[in-house]
């Protein structure tokens, strides 16, 4: 609801609903992937990040650990023949948080401008339903094969 | 409309919305190339499990090799956020250093890929050969074409960057080929899973000749 209400709804600064500047956005409270943690345990990692409010090199390390444990776990999982029958459903959780890593922490896009996660999220949408609608359609007519 | 002079992130933004158009730009290009290759990852699912002939997925796809590339790709992802970071914060050696890397590290990926193509077909694999060699050369071709671009984007930025062109002041020119960069990262995370991983045990489907083609 929430995405519907940020696309559809007019919500000040005329009905695009463009801030005037952005600093009228207010950025998220804590701009990291442990944020919270962070913020009450003064975790020794705060201090060897930039320190600035943004990620600093140690978040992209720990980012890039996980996307190369997620992908060992992958492979690990691909390997094991009694773990086959949950290899769909498992690959694909795996990639989407995979996806969602690279896309928030890399790419900026949690710290960045909420009209960039509106336009890369309302495509998102679309694209995914094209994928399922086509889908459903070459499993219940075919497609000339 | 009235023109608003703002600054974010240390950037200047002399503009009406108040974001950086480039980056805008950038949104909208990766929003339309999201849909431009979710036709053809669907497309490929759709045809899963429907050529009529071999050679079949479980024949061909080496899972070991396909995860060391992936792994590459994935750690370039890192490189380049770190080569925006050091050109931020003005520390330009180790923003070339970074940048360089990325670009070894996407060369090295595709030559993986290449290694990839040139076994296939040695293997008797070729994009007309069957449904599944169609769509699986389509898909990993473009990906690999977004790849080459994005290398040779990231070569111009590096002679840029070594000439003083590209600097902390305008680290936006990194930020927008960065975007692009782990965009093509994240397309291979989906094709990685579904292309490999999830399709590497297809065998023969029902009502469809065996693969005899030798190993």
Redesign the interface.
Known sequence: MSLLKDLFFYQGNKWWK???????SKNPKNEHPFGGFMEKSKNILLILS?GKG?A??IY??I??AI??II?MI??WW??IKEL?YM??PA??I??IL??AL??AF??HLRF??K??ST??I???V???L??SV??LL?AFHG?G? | MST?V?I??GEE?NNS???SHK??LM??F???D??F???F???F???RN?S?NGPYPEDTLN??IT?VS??VL??S??G???AL?YLKEAKMGLAKFWLLLVIIMGIIFIGFQIYEFSHFAHMGMTPQVN?FGSTFFTLTSLHGAHVSLGILWLIFLLINEHRGNLNSGNAIDLEIA??YW??V??VW??I???LY??T??DGVPPGSIPWIGGH
């Open positions: 463009i801030p005037e500047t952005t600093e009228l930039s943004h600093g090199p992209y390390w980012i890039a996307l190369g992908t992958e492979v691909f390997g086959r290899l769909v690959m694909l795996f990639s995979k996806f690279v896309v890399f790419m960045d401008h009209m960039f336009i890369f309302t495509c998102m679309v694209g995914i094209f994928f086509f889908l070459s497609l094969t | 608003n703002t974010h992130h933004i919305t108040g974001v980056k805008l949104w909208t990766l929003g339309s999201v849909m290759f979710g036709t990852i669907a497309t699912m759709a045809y429907k009529l899972i070991p995860s992936t792994f994935l750690m992802s890192l380049i956020v770190l970071h449904l960065g975007l782990h965009f990262d994240i995370i989906v990685f899973a579904l991983l999830i590497a045990n």
